[in-house]
């Protein structure tokens, strides 16, 4: 087909070719999953970086695992971690929020045992 074209045109096809083909292949399939896709287990094994070790940093990583939402009336959401650890004891804030800053998405989505270090 290109080479019955002449001159501009052909390159002008040719390079909108180029660039479909381009943007086609550099997305994946389109799932762009946050920390899941880079810290999700069996995933990197040495290089998922910890989360901050703030009470909020540790619920937005919740929030991005998919262990929680942001805003809900049904289920805990961000507002009830944030309020949840920072209601703890010094001691135990710092236990769970050590415990959620390390464990991978998978560990967080399945399981809320962090949250039982802050139990009596």
Known sequence: MLRAMKGPLACCVAAWLCAGFAACGAGGDGDIEGARAH?????????????????????????????????????????????????????????????????TCDELRVSDRCFDFGND
């Open 39 to 103: 810290c999700a287990y069996g995933g990197a094994l040495t290089d998922c970086p910890d989360a901050e070790r703030t009470v909020e940093a540790v619920c937005w990583r919740l929030v991005d695992c998919g262990a929680i939402a942001v805003d809900s009336d049904d289920r805990a959401d961000w507002g009830d971690c944030v309020d949840g650890i920072a209601g703890l004891t010094d001691d135990r804030q710092r236990l769970v929020i050590n415990c959620i800053a390390a464990s």
